[in-house]
């Protein structure tokens, strides 16, 4: 375990509050889980997002504010990044389909722009007839497939998420699929794509 790890669990560990309580007085539960070490952990029971969110809502719905305007608070995977403002550095066609994998709209727009152009087919490594690398743009001789430019690093998660090899990222769904495990489930999140 690193010495990092070590820090977080201490200061983890030194925290004796059991229950939590936010502004509006709800209330969310703590337990405490033990990791390999055997050292205590707290971890929460509930989701606190949907917790916050509603809270939020409902504060504005007492202010009379419309609840289409809520913005759903960004998750410790989405961390704040700058997407460039010109409308020309996006991919508007395939804004229903990130909408429709819930993965977030603009960011992706905007990387499927960054990262391949709009294409679904994108791949940056070049083979030659026996199969042996010529080119490849990554110093590690990994290549990124598909309109979100997946890594070839992502092949276990690919064939468990889509039931294919790294191909399969050239097929929208598989390739929006895989992203949407990417960004819910790496500890990279969405900094797995540069912004």
């Known amino acids: 375990m690193s010495l990092f ?6 200061l983890l560990t030194a925290i004796t509050i059991t229950t ?3 502004a509006t007085a709800q209330t969310v539960e ?6 390999e070490d055997s050292v205590a952990t707290p971890t929460l029971k509930t989701d606190y997002l949907a917790l916050a969110r509603k809270i939020h809502s409902e504060e504005l719905q ?3 504010a419309e609840e289409a305007r809520v913005v759903a608070p960004m998750s410790k995977k989405l961390p704040n990044r700058e997407i460039p403002s010109d409308p020309e550095k996006r991919c508007p ?3 229903p389909a990130f909408e429709k994998y819930g993965l977030p709209v603009e960011a992706f727009s905007y990387i499927a722009w960054r990262e391949s ?3 679904i087919k994108a791949i940056n490594i070049i083979w030659d007839a026996q199969g042996n690398i010529v080119w490849a743009l990554n110093k590690d001789k990994s290549y990124d497939s598909g309109l979100l430019q997946i890594n070839s690093s992502w092949k276990t998660v690919t064939r468990r998420v889509c ?10 769904d598989c390739n929006l699929r895989v992203a949407k495990f990417i960004l819910e489930n790496s500890t990279g999140g969405l900094g797995n794509w540069r912004m």
């Open 5 to 10: 790890t070590r820090v977080i669990i201490s």
């Open 62 to 64: 007492a202010q009379s």
């Open 30 to 35: 703590v337990s405490k889980s033990t990791t």
């Open 20 to 22: 939590v309580k936010l």
């Open 117 to 119: 152009r709009c294409r």
């Open 93 to 95: 066609q395939f804004e």
């Open 163 to 172: 039931g294919t090899d790294l191909s399969g990222l050239m097929i929208l």
